[in-house]
């Protein structure tokens, strides 16, 4: 089922005398719960071919005392004697979705054990097993939160005994209109509480974008084509149509100060690391911030770039964004912190693209990508492998990889390497789409999913 844009508001909480505690408590009734479910489950699999509504109905028939129901099957008290409604709900909730997802790894396990077994081959995959640790964050279904104002709320949690309506204040951004707040989620990240909201997209406020198969047939479609770099361009974006108009470039830099910060924090890492192997410890735990801030960076980056990117499809009336498959990371000589500097930059335009990807969908803007295979090496007006190089041309040497210019010795053409390899990433797009109408490429993505 694909789904209208969702994405997540956060919510920290104040530090409460008693909140880790009290967070600590609930967190391990809630998935004592889910665990209890799960094995409900397991003992009664046909509850699994219910629609969840049904399959809700029938955990509770199952194991929830009532007047009418005074002999369940299986007791929930067992785990706790007294579990709110909304509270067993959310966790039934949690563990229909979690037996769910392991049978279907049993099923597509089994079926690739009898393949093997057809064919009289040795089949040495271990089969999947059920969770052994629980790991959920609570879930807040109305009535277990109240009065929540954006400053302050009230939550009930669990004690160890009893439960109590604690009142938390709380910070965040002002959740913005016309999205739907979901049930929040407490999270414990490094001793302090947040509420994650899920909020999402009205179906009836949202515009769902038009499949790649029906816009190309648009002459006046604008695409904004991508390509993304580890060097100081971080992006190199091209609005183009169909018949090759190129209407704006931006280029989105920061790349090599980037590479700086990450640089400059990864060396007093490898300093740290030494030390510490010299006097003979084994810990590296207080690197744990360092690395944490190296992660922020990236993140922080991965946003920037990503919003400027969709800011400048919006800007000029692009309605579909296309990227390169980025392929896997191949080391170059580099060791140590250099290394780790490129995998990290590396993994970032990985980043860039999903965020892009989210933040597109959101404004009804599709994704697309197209294999990069001579994007950076072929003329874009001609297609002629081009000579790359760096302040001069040097006839011995027509290619440099990596080179930040290009010159293409058939039609004159020249200009900056990225940029030419923007433009090609689109021109890919429409001669894959026009080409070859109808068609459907492999690993090209038509729309956002999920
Ligand atoms: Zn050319």
């Not at 005074?70 to 929930?76: G, I, L, R, S, T």
């Not at 003329?379 to 297609?383: E, G, Q």
């Given at each position: 089922m694909v789904k209208t844009p969702s994405k997540t508001y956060c919510f920290s909480l104040e530090d409460h005398p008693r909140s880790i505690e009290l967070f600590n408590h609930t967190k391990d009734l809630f998935n004592n719960t889910i665990e209890f479910y799960f094995n409900v489950i397991e003992q009664h699999q046909?509850?699994?071919?219910?629609?969840s509504q049904d399959a809700l109905r029938a955990l509770e028939k199952l194991s929830a005392k009532t007047k009418k129901n005074?002999?369940?099957?299986?007791?929930?008290s067992s785990v706790c004697p007294s579990i709110p409604v909304l509270f067993r709900r959310a966790a039934i909730n949690k563990a229909l979705g979690a037996s769910r997802s392991f049978h279907t790894h049993l099923h597509k396990w089994n079926e690739r054990k009898a393949k093997a077994e057809s064919v009289h081959k040795k089949f040495t995959e271990k089969p999947p097993v059920p969770p052994r640790k629980w790991n959920f964050s609570p879930v807040f279904y109305?009535?277990?939160?109240?009065?929540?104002?954006?400053t302050s709320i009230i939550l009930r949690l669990w004690t160890g005994k009893s439960w109590a309506w604690v009142k938390f204040s709380c910070k965040g951004q002002e959740t913005p209109a016309q999205w739907d707040v979901l049930s929040p989620s407490l999270v414990k990240r490094k001793h302090r509480l947040f509420l994650h909201f899920p909020l999402q997209k009205p179906k009836e406020d949202f515009v769902w974008p038009e499949k790649i198969v029906e816009q190309?047939?648009?002459?006046e479609l604008k695409i904004c084509s991508v390509d993304l770099n580890i060097?100081?361009?971080l992006a190199v974006c091209v609005i183009q149509k169909a018949n090759g108009a190129v209407e704006a470039t931006k280029f989105i830099l920061g790349g090599s100060y980037l590479q700086h910060r990450r640089k400059r924090l990864l060396g007093i890492i490898a300093t740290k690391r030494s030390k510490t192997r010299a006097a003979g410890q084994?810990?590296?735990?207080?690197?744990v911030a360092l690395w944490d801030k190296i992660r922020n960076i990236d993140e922080q980056e991965a946003h920037r770039v990503s919003r400027r990117i969709v800011d400048f499809a919006l800007a000029h009336g692009a309605t579909v964004i296309v990227f390169e498959h980025l392929g896997n990371y191949r080391p170059k000589k580099n060791k140590g912190s250099a290394k780790s500097n490129e995998k990290r930059a590396f993994w970032l335009r990985g980043k860039i693209f999903h965020y892009t990807k989210y933040k597109a969908f959101e404004h009804s803007v599709v994704t697309a990508r197209i294999s990069p295979k001579n994007t950076s090496r072929q003329?874009?007006?001609?297609?002629e492998d081009v000579f790359r190089f760096g302040k001069e041309m040097d006839p011995n040497n027509p290619y440099t990889p990596g080179a930040p210019n290009f010159f293409c010795p058939n039609c004159q053409n020249r200009g900056s390497n990225d940029r030419m390899a923007a433009i090609n990433v689109g021109r890919k797009f429409f001669r894959k789409w026009l080409e070859k109408p109808g068609k459907k490429f492999s690993g090209t993505e038509v729309s956002h999913a999920g």
């Open positions: 046909e509850i699994l071919k219910l629609r005074p002999n369940p099957e299986h007791n929930v109305k009535k277990l939160y109240k009065n929540f104002d954006g190309i047939k648009n002459p060097n100081d361009d084994k810990g590296i735990s207080d690197n003329c874009n007006l001609c297609r």
